[in-house]
């Protein structure tokens, strides 16, 4: 543990956020949050916690084992699988978490699981694909799946579900109407076939932004949590939960000519002040950040990256700052800082939290 970085999570601005989507809800529409990837690169305990006081309905996480750690600390909400694997059906059982069943290979490994148990109406949900074409039955499929369902009374349909693919892009509306139309055909075949009701779903976060009238009976909100809605409006309107911070552990003086850090990337050209800062590419601090591209923030000061990044290092010139050993540094405490870290990195804000290793301590604020 690098106990020195510390990723804090804001539990007032979640709780504002969670407030903001349940907001654009209709009253009995239910909220699942998807806790995947250690919620988002931040701690899927300690949100998890925080959501179970808030009273959402659900939760979900990619993979069984991410559910079982929810578990043994304590989480009681529903928990669904979204990507179980066969191989560990039985374990997931065994923690009473929520398959996703996307695929016949999938459907038949877990009857067979379940039928070895006493479990009766084991709640499972269903998957099906209209467009992503990453995971889930085809709308053919419906009633053969209905019929193994009709023919196993051991497993209970709890929801129905499908995943947009590109709901963040409004140029794309008429396709992702096409799959919410797809949907819509799935849910009247499946409520014509099946004599109970399922919860069904489809809206991510930038589903719920731009799509709120097709929320069905459930939303599935991830990202947005954290403040991102892939949408500077909505971003706007939404508060940062996640802040990386560190320390100075050293202040050096460069003379003219010395160098800095591996390779001697960084050769002073005049008398340079450095601070040595504990945290480093092992924590997530990608090393395209280094020699230059990217400042973190001392004393409210930029300071640049210089050289290159180490491992559990980075060291930035505070010729200009006043600051000592010890002192805080801010990486990242706002949605426009994130933004301009991922902007960096070509990639998105999703990426880059997801890369905060697990070697940073997680505190709740
Ligand atoms: C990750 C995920 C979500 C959440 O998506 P966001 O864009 O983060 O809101 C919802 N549904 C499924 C199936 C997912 O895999």
Partial sequence: MNSASVLEINESALAYNLAYFKAKLNKNTKLLVVVKAFSYGSDAVLI????????????????????????????????????????????????????????????????????????????????????????????????????????????????????????????????????????KKIKLEIENLLDYKPIFHILNTSGIVNYTKYQFDMVRLGIGLYGFANDKKTTDKLKNVLSLKSVISQIHILEKGNS?????????????????????????????????NFEVLINNKKASIIGNVCMDMIMVDVTEITCKEGDQVIIFDSQKSIHSIANKLETIPYELLTMISQRVKRVVV
């Fill in 48 to 183: 998890s916690e925080i959501l179970q006081k808030n009273k959402v309905d659900y939760l979900a996480v990619a993979y069984a084992n991410e559910g079982i750690a929810l578990r043994n600390a304590g989480i009681k909400l529903p928990i669904i699988v979204l990507h179980p694997q066969i191989n560990n059906l039985a374990l997931l059982v065994k923690y009473y978490l929520e398959p996703n069943i996307y695929s016949f290979n999938v459907f038949t490994e877990f009857i067979k699981i379940i039928q070895q148990t006493n479990l009766s109406e084991y709640p499972i949900h269903l998957k099906f694909n209209t467009g992503l074409n990453r995971l889930g039955f085809s709308i053919n499929d419906v009633k053969k799946i209905i019929l193994l369902i009709e023919k196993y009374k051991t497993l209970k349909v709890t929801s129905v579900f499908s995943h947009l693919a590109a709901s963040e892009d409004l140029n794309e509306k008429e396709f992702t109407l096409t799959q919410i139309n797809s949907f």
């Fill in 260 to 292: 800095i850090g591996y390779n001697r990337a960084f050769k002073a050209t005049k008398k340079t002040k450095t601070a040595t800062i504990a945290i480093g590419h092992a924590d997530g601090i990608n090393r395209k950040l280094g020699n230059g």
